[in-house]
């Protein structure tokens, strides 16, 4: 069984479409978290929750909004996606900040 | 605010040796947590170690161990034995605070170790 699993792996679309990105974890995690990945490999926070309450809210543009509609659950829906939104995005969970992160392993998205 | 620093964006190492890789973090925090993630090319983020800034002891993971310098807020990474399935890249990463806190991590550097 996979510990935090990302659908879909790849994602290819165009300019302006609207599309989610589906996270689930099954460790039992009460915190999870969004990451983007640039293309110079730079991963940074997009967002956290805790037991579906949002936590941490970086600078990220309103087209970006994540829903949890449990704890083991963490989905990011990007609304008219634009060319710089390419890029990959991490799902991850943590219990407590101790141990680390688990993370899923990523979804490439492209818009073109 | 907290920083982390890698200055190596790329290094590699023959089969068999050993190397050492550079990470660098800035905070006033007293009790926090680093970590060295792996990032081999099929994208999956591995935590290869951890250590516990309030432990003076170095952390080890097999091949894989610290020298955590807390005064000098440095924390290096040293393979040793190095085979080819270490190529990846490899980031160093900062985390305080409670449930929630967030993984800081460096910009990477990238590890290729040659047959």
Redesign the interface.
């Known amino acids: 069984d996979t510990a935090v699993s990302q659908t879909p792996k790849y994602l290819v679309t165009q300019m302006g479409n609207d599309k989610s990105i589906k996270c689930e974890q099954n460790l039992g995690h ?2 999870m ?1 969004w990451y983007k990945q640039d293309s ?6 997009m967002f ?1 929750y ?1 037991n579906k309450e949002l ?2 809210n970086e600078t990220v543009p309103n087209r970006f909004s994540p829903k949890s509609p449990d704890k083991a659950h963490l989905n990011l829906h990007i609304n008219s996606l634009e060319l710089g939104d390419s890029a ?1 995005y ?1 799902c ?1 969970s943590s219990h ?8 899923g ?2 979804t ?1 998205l492209t818009v073109v | 605010a907290q920083t982390v620093t890698q200055s190596q964006p790329e290094m590699s190492v023959q089969e068999a040796e050993t190397v050492t890789l550079s990470c660098t973090y800035d905070t006033s925090e007293n009790n926090y947590y680093l970590f060295w993630y792996k990032q081999p090319p099929s994208r999956q983020m591995i935590l290869v170690i951890r250590q516990e800034a309030y432990k003076q002891q170095n952390a080890t993971e097999n091949r894989f161990s610290v020298n955590f310098q807390k005064a000098a807020k440095s924390f290096s990474l040293k393979i040793s034995d190095s085979q080819l399935g270490d190529t990846a890249m490899y980031f160093c990463a900062f985390i305080y605070g409670n449930q929630g806190g967030k993984l800081i991590f460096g910009q990477g550097t990238e590890l290729s170790v040659k047959p």
């Open positions: 009460d915190t978290y110079k490999k730079f991963l940074k926070i956290s805790n936590i941490i990959v991490f991850a407590g900040v101790s141990y680390g992160y688990t993370f392993s990523g490439r």
